[in-house]
């Protein structure tokens, strides 16, 4: 039986290398995909990895319907037995149920990749509707790390190494042109907004064991 499958975790946890790998893995076993995207980092329709792999994808828009796309491929004669979505959280819900449908009445496997929460620890629509819908959930088994040493678990939006938490839900960041920027944190920290920037200026350094000349 096809499943509609969501694997997630926080950035940096490697869930973009992680869908490169299952297109490569369902290819090599003779099965025919498709792969999607919606703003990636890059820019371009693409799918990469902050390892350096990379692959062309179809960029998914707002008024592409996955149905639609996969009936009018099986009614060229083309053949489809896996989808491949990074970035799904920030997919429409209505993307999701279409996905959902794709697998039950196509018996089409559909992987999908992405984060639970915004910099806000709320969950993005699209992800909620992943975990309501999804035949399996799979929470990614590398652990990213706050810069305080512990594992993180929140993601949390920087402009100039300062936390914000208002905005918009969708701003792509970590680009080099780009204003805004993205980093993992432990609970502790994301509540109390400490980046990395500002735990090197705000933390105090250990005395060194010698006095300066």
Same mark, same amino acid.
């Given at each position: 039986?096809?499943?509609?499958?969501?694997?997630?975790?926080?950035m @940096?946890?490697?869930?973009?290398?992680?869908?490169?790998q299952?297109?490569?893995?369902?290819?090599?076993?003779?099965?025919?995909?498709?792969?999607?995207?919606?703003?990636?980092?890059?820019g371009?329709?693409?799918?990469?990895?902050?390892?350096?792999?990379t692959?062309?994808a179809?960029?998914?828009?707002? +008024?592409?319907d996955? %149905?639609?796309?996969?009936?009018?491929?099986?009614?060229a004669?083309? $053949?489809?037995d896996?989808?491949?979505? @990074?970035?799904?959280?920030?997919?429409?819900?209505?993307? *999701? @149920?279409?996905?959902?449908r794709?697998?039950?009445?196509?018996?089409?496997d559909?992987?999908?990749?992405?984060?639970?929460? +915004?910099?806000?620890?709320?969950?993005?629509?699209?992800?909620?509707?992943?975990?309501?819908?999804? @035949? $399996?959930?799979?929470?990614?088994?590398?652990?990213? $790390?706050? %810069?305080?040493g512990?594992?993180?678990?929140?993601?949390?939006r920087? *402009?100039?190494?300062?936390?914000?938490?208002?905005?918009?839900?969708?701003?792509?960041? +970590?680009?080099?042109?780009?204003?805004?920027?993205?980093? *993992?944190?432990?609970?502790?920290?994301?509540?109390?907004?400490?980046?990395?920037?500002?735990?090197?200026?705000?933390?105090?350094?250990?005395?060194?064991?010698f006095?300066?000349?």
């Amino acid at each position: 039986m096809a499943e509609l499958t969501y694997f997630t975790g926080p950035m @940096d946890c490697g869930k973009s290398t992680l869908a490169l790998q299952v297109a490569y893995t369902e290819s090599e076993a003779g099965r025919k995909g498709r792969l999607f995207t919606m703003l990636d980092r890059s820019g371009e329709p693409a799918i990469t990895s902050r390892i350096g792999l990379t692959a062309p994808a179809t960029e998914v828009t707002a +008024d592409l319907d996955f %149905w639609r796309y996969v009936v009018a491929e099986l009614t060229a004669g083309q $053949r489809i037995d896996f989808l491949v979505c @990074d970035e799904a959280q920030f997919f429409t819900v209505a993307h *999701v @149920d279409q996905l959902a449908r794709v697998v039950d009445e196509l018996q089409i496997d559909v992987f999908c990749f992405g984060i639970l929460t +915004d910099f806000r620890t709320q969950l993005f629509p699209a992800s909620q509707r992943l975990v309501e819908l999804c @035949d $399996r959930m799979e929470l990614l088994q590398v652990r990213p $790390r706050c %810069w305080c040493g512990e594992p993180a678990t929140h993601n949390a939006r920087t *402009v100039n190494g300062q936390m914000v938490t208002e905005g918009s839900q969708v701003v792509v960041g +970590d680009t080099d042109s780009a204003e805004v920027a993205y980093q *993992v944190l432990c609970r502790r920290h994301h509540r109390r907004r400490v980046t990395r920037q500002v735990a090197a200026v705000t933390l105090s350094p250990e005395p060194l064991p010698f006095e300066r000349a």
